[in-house]
Each structure stands twice: as C-alpha cells, then as structure tokens.
C-alpha cells in the first residue's frame, strides 16, 4: 500500500515525456526452497502523464520472461511398424518460461509490426534456426503447444486490470518447475497499437538454503556428493533391517 | 504435501513418492529384483526428467537392496561365493555397457535402443518364465510326480569348477562370470541393476536354487548399482539426494515386507508372479511403440 501511495505521489511530479510507466512488483526476487509450490507475482504501477489522457485506445502489456535455452523438438514418425523420432528441429532461443498478459486482446492493442520489433507474443519469443526440415513451422508451433500445455507458456488477455486509465495491476502465477536465474518483467504501453513507452524490470530466481546447498554440492563436489548419496542409501537400508528386526523380536 | 527437488528441479508429492518407493521395495524384497525396471519408468510417468530418474533410481536401488540383503543374511539364503563370482563379470558388464550406451548417444536413437532392449528383453524372459513356472505348478499338483534334476549338458565340461556350497553346486566359474558379464552390459544400457534377468538366468542357466537366488541376486545389484550411481553422480550430475531419500525410505520398508512374503510363498507361485509383473511391463512399453503417440513432438533442451 505504501508503495501504491509513494506512486501516487510520483504521479504529482512534473514529468518530460507524454506518459510514462511507473512501476512496483510485489516481490523483488523468486526464492525456491524445499517446499516452493509456484509463485505469484503481483505486478503493478501506474501511467504518468502531465496533461489530459490523449486520445486513442490505450493498452497496456506485461511480459515475464524465464532465461533463454537453446533446444531441440524432435518428430516421431512411424517406420517399420513403431514410432520412432525421425526429424528434429533445432530452436535457437525459447524462453523456459513466458507469460504475456494485456487489458485487451493483443490484435487490438498491439500493432503485428510493433509485436515484431518488441518480440512480444509468444509466437515472436521463439526463434529457430536454419533447418532442413521443410515444415519447420509446425515444429515450433509443437513447443508452444507443449509448453502451453504444461503452463510455462502463458497468454492472459484481459488479465491487465487498468482503472480511470491511470493505474494498473496483474498477477502472474509462475509454476512449481522453474528454471533457475535472471527473470525479465516488461511492461509496454501502447495506443492506438502504437508502443509509446515500455519499462524493464530483472527478477532473480534462484535457489536458497538446502536447495542451493544441494545443488551446489552436486556440481562442484560431485564426488563428494555422489558418495554421500550412497552413505545415506546403505544406512537407510541397514535402519530398516534392524528395525524390523527388532519388532519381530 | 510438496517438496521440491533440487536437482530435477521439479516440485513433487511426498506421499506419492513414499508410495512409489514403498511399492517397487516390495517387489524387491520379494524377487530378489533391484526394482529398477519398474522404478525407471515410474518416475518417467511422474514428470522426473529421464537422466535424474535413471541416476536416482540406481541410488533408490542401492538402499532397498542393501535392505533385501540384510534380511537374506540372517536367513542364510545368500551365496557369497557364487555373488562375488558374478560381480566380478557384472563390474566389467557394466564398464562396457556405459561405454555403448555413450557411443549410441552420440548417434542419436538412444531412447529407442534403451526401449527395444526393454521390449525384447522383459519379453523373452517374461514368457520363458511363465510357461516353465506354469508347468511346474502343475506337476506339484500330481501327486507321487518325480522330481526331475537338472542336467547340465555341456556347461558341465567347462573348466575352472569351483564348489559354492550355499547352492548345492559344483561347478565351473565360466558360466556365472559370462552372465555376470552380460546383466552388466544391459545394466550399463537400461539403467537398472538387472536383476530380472539375473533371477532367471541364475535359476535356469546355473541351476540354482530359488530360494539362494534372490539374496545372491541382491547382493550383486547393491554392487553394480553402486557403481552406476557413483559414475552418474561424477560425470552427469543428476543423482537428485533429495528424491532418492523420500523413495528410498518407502523403498527399505517396503523390501522388509516383501521379503517376508517372500518367504512364505512357494517358489514356482513366486516365479509366476514375477513372470506375470515382468509381462506386463513389457507389454506397456511394447504398446507405447507401437500406437501412435497423442503428441508426436518431443522437447530435449541442453546440449542434446
């Protein structure tokens, strides 16, 4: 609340461009500890202006972006009687995770030449590389589809709640199955489908306490770990055994 | 209640994971199998990303085995000679399967090779099993039936005979190192201790009694499983601690369990059960060949 009144106050200030977008997340970073279930982002702020509200139809998108990961989509084909994967398709660039919520849906907030040049949609988000596939389209289509499905790539049209044109608020749930590091928030404003003012905004994802222990441990004393492992594997083992022998005792 | 895994990077159930576990440590206990077979694609099925869930049941496997065996030790039904004979071919197995495997991920279709083998494998072993377990229930049915003895043709001209009193047997070291020799290499290939094709290969290859078989069989797995854990864990990174000590506690109380009820049963009414549960996974990974999948695109990130 503070934070929405201190936003109020900035709204009073003179300000040199013709709106503006002034910005609070509910939350500065994403902690994955041993029992994180998803996370849910509030993501809000307000538009400042020093004159009347122009003319025009007013949009307002946010994007959440997970890091970036090269990956291959491979197509199953049926050969000699089972199913097997035949042809592959290289993706240079996908998100692990995407969110894009607006006030309204995208084709009327959001012109097709100013979603190429922000990389906004999802569709825009995916990029493939060079292939000798020839309908390499259809592959990447598969990767939204999947991930889509799995909810990691999320469209929320109309999920971006704006009042008296002024100010504006959305959640973003993200998933138990994160991937770790730098997360991207980005808020466009457009009118008329025109983007006129945008603001970017990290948010760290990133293991704390046993969590990153454990991983830590696992990729720099993999031995260590791996042994570890082992002691706690044989010792459980052992336990149950003497514990049961000595109930039937 | 959840919990998150922090190398599979997954949040999963606990309870359903104390189930799983608890399950396949049944089974364990019971037949003498590592379980891997079965725990392997369980964990697929629960969204567990492929390496972390071959990595971490090895580790999975390792603590019910070490269970099963304990409580084999005290009933005396573990062949310590005939164990050590087949690990020393089971170590080298394995050795050389990891190498295959590796060469055939290099040229792709290793999901394919690593389902065939299953397919092929489960399915032969499965069969022979059933009908020859089959019948011998029958012939304990007739009364005053005889008892036949196993011949063992030409492995008895084998040189190298050794005595393994736990077994009853006298005979040469070749055979049990050659089967050692060859669990390991579809160890090293599946990703399981290999256990059901140890059982029956003990049982109809060598002759050995049922009952010295599935301790004999456990002592071994702990071993190469140990083995392939320690390797996952040093070049690929994907024994997931965390998954493997919820699995693992359901996992060792599970095998106590099952290996009394183990011990109650008759060994052909065990060996029908086995060949029945070894069928039935094959038949589930044989139908996923060959019906067409509901999505026929697939993703793989990292350096695949």
Known sequence: MLRLISLLILLALPASAAEEIVLGLSQDEVAITATFEGSEILVFGAIRRDAQPPDGLLGVIVTVAGPDTPLVVRRKERRLGIWVNVDDVKIDAAPSFYAVASNAPL?????????LHNRI????????????????RSFSAALMRIREHDGLYQTLEGAVDVSRETLFETRITMPSNLTEGSYRARIFLTRDGNVVDNYEVAIPVKKVGMERWLFNLAHERAVLYGL?????????????????????R | MQIYLPIAEISVNVFL????????????????????????????????????????????????????????LKRKTVDLRMGSVLLVGGLLGAAMGIAIFNHLRALGQ?????????VI??????????????RALQRAKKPGARKTRRKHGWVSTLPFKMKFRVSGLYISVIPPLAVGFFVGILAGIMGVGGGFIMVPAMIYLLGMPTKVVIGTSLFQIIFVATFTTLLHAITNETVDVVLALFLLIGGVIGAQFGTRIGLKMKAEQLRVLLAILVLAVCFKLGLDLLIKPAEVYSIATGGV
């Open chain 1, 107 to 115: 084709g009327k907030i959001l012109r097709p030449s100013e979603d």
């Open chain 2, 110 to 118: 290793v999901d394919l090779l690593v389902q065939l083998c299953y």
């Open chain 2, 121 to 134: 494998f489960l399915g032969t072993i499965g069969a022979l099993m059933f009908i020859e377990s089959v």
């Open chain 1, 121 to 136: 949609s999802i569709p825009q988000v995916v990029r493939e590389v060079g292939t000798n596939v020839l309908d390499s």
């Open chain 2, 17 to 72: 994971l104390f189930g799983l576990g608890g399950l396949v440590g049944i089974l364990s206990g019971m037949f003498g199998v590592g379980g891997g077979f079965l725990m392997t694609p369980l964990l697929f099925f629960i969204g567990i990303p492929p390496a972390v869930a071959v990595a971490t049941g090895s580790n999975q496997i390792v603590a019910s085995s070490v269970s099963g065996l304990l409580a084999h």
């Open chain 1, 228 to 248: 570890m492992s082992l002691a706690i594997a044989v010792a459980a083992g052992w336990l149950a055994s003497a514990a049961f022998g000595l109930i039937r």
